[in-house]
């Protein structure tokens, strides 16, 4: 099977290396809710939102070039597909819940969120590049609007402000395109300390989707010059067993799997891969 190829030549005088198979050069259309978000939540002019999109994208991808911005996928507005999507906007607006996107990049799911009328102070960002926080206000214009508060550090950091603010006071935590980012002991590491984020309670939750594989193994990823590993259905419910036993702690997992569409699969280490969608839930 074969792997993502990658380019040795040199970033271009912007800082974006266009040679990565996953850079695509050119944005056909920006599909819904993205682009009712960017004209009239942003209120980007109709005839300026792809040029404005793509511009904002280089930039990103020269701060990192994963495949998600590289696609144009950070577009995807992921939290309101997920099955758990009507009780995290329901429990947002009725209650007094907190809500953390984990690995927020340009918080694209922060601001559906917000333009669905959810209640601001109750939701977090947190990424470990700043740079990519600052350029969530600037695809939204709404730096001088959004009240949502971003926290940058690292997530295996116990001691960071993240920690050091939200620890045990989270009840629901979005970790799209994320956990995928790792190898499966660093997955469990990564799962330990969401755990300390979460509300040690029954209903605490962790949700979201990222690239699966029908044949769970262990792959290289070129853009993080490192091993990761992508799971299928089973895996993942094993990985949170683990966890669980761990832990002490015990967790539902729904999973899903759903085939990509429209969507180049060269970043993806080849035919196998699917599109994962996740609830975990504490019981």
Same mark, same amino acid.
């Given at each position: 099977m074969s792997e993502p190829t990658t380019s040795t030549a040199s970033p271009s005088q912007d800082g974006v290396n266009r040679q990565f198979s996953w850079y695509e050069p050119e944005l056909a259309e920006i599909k819904?809710?993205?682009r009712t978000i960017l004209a009239e939540y942003s209120k980007i002019p109709e005839e300026r939102i792809i040029?404005?999109?793509?511009?904002?994208?280089?930039?990103?991808f020269a701060v990192f070039p994963y495949p998600c911005i590289g696609s144009f @996928?950070?577009?995807?507005?992921?939290?309101?597909?997920?099955?758990?999507?009507?009780?995290?906007?329901?429990?947002?607006?009725?209650?007094?819940?907190?809500?953390?996107?984990?690995?927020?990049?340009m918080g694209q799911d922060i601001r559906h969120l917000v333009h669905q009328g959810a209640p601001q102070s109750q939701i977090y960002g947190s990424d470990l590049h700043p740079?990519?926080?600052?350029?969530?206000?600037?695809?939204?214009?709404?730096?001088?609007?959004?009240?949502?508060?971003?926290?940058?550090?690292?997530?295996?950091?116990?001691?960071?402000?993240?920690?050091n603010r939200l620890s045990g006071k989270v009840d629901m935590i979005n970790a799209a395109s994320f956990f995928h980012l790792f190898d499966w002991d660093t997955q469990v590491k990564l799962a330990k300390q969401v755990i300390k984020l979460l509300k040690p309670k029954a209903g605490s939750m962790v949700v979201g989707r990222h690239v699966g594989d029908y044949n769970s193994r262990e792959v290289w990823a070129n853009e993080l010059e490192s091993k990761i590993w992508r799971h299928n259905l089973d895996s993942w419910r094993w990985l949170w067993e683990q966890v669980? @036993?761990?832990?002490?702690?015990?967790?539902?997992?729904?999973?899903?799997?759903?085939?990509?569409k429209g969507i180049t699969k060269v970043a993806h280490n080849g035919e196998t891969t699917f599109k994962m969608q996740f609830v975990v839930k504490r019981v």
């Amino acid at each position: 099977m074969s792997e993502p190829t990658t380019s040795t030549a040199s970033p271009s005088q912007d800082g974006v290396n266009r040679q990565f198979s996953w850079y695509e050069p050119e944005l056909a259309e920006i599909k819904e809710p993205a682009r009712t978000i960017l004209a009239e939540y942003s209120k980007i002019p109709e005839e300026r939102i792809i040029d404005h999109v793509k511009e904002v994208r280089d930039r990103a991808f020269a701060v990192f070039p994963y495949p998600c911005i590289g696609s144009f @996928r950070f577009l995807d507005i992921t939290i309101c597909n997920s099955s758990a999507y009507p009780e995290i906007l329901s429990r947002l607006k009725d209650t007094s819940d907190v809500y953390l996107d984990l690995g927020c990049a340009m918080g694209q799911d922060i601001r559906h969120l917000v333009h669905q009328g959810a209640p601001q102070s109750q939701i977090y960002g947190s990424d470990l590049h700043p740079q990519f926080i600052e350029l969530g206000y600037e695809l939204f214009a709404d730096r001088d609007t959004l009240a949502c508060q971003f926290i940058t550090g690292d997530i295996f950091d116990s001691s960071n402000e993240l920690f050091n603010r939200l620890s045990g006071k989270v009840d629901m935590i979005n970790a799209a395109s994320f956990f995928h980012l790792f190898d499966w002991d660093t997955q469990v590491k990564l799962a330990k300390q969401v755990i300390k984020l979460l509300k040690p309670k029954a209903g605490s939750m962790v949700v979201g989707r990222h690239v699966g594989d029908y044949n769970s193994r262990e792959v290289w990823a070129n853009e993080l010059e490192s091993k990761i590993w992508r799971h299928n259905l089973d895996s993942w419910r094993w990985l949170w067993e683990q966890v669980g @036993r761990e832990t002490g702690t015990e967790w539902k997992v729904d999973v899903t799997g759903e085939e990509w569409k429209g969507i180049t699969k060269v970043a993806h280490n080849g035919e196998t891969t699917f599109k994962m969608q996740f609830v975990v839930k504490r019981v």
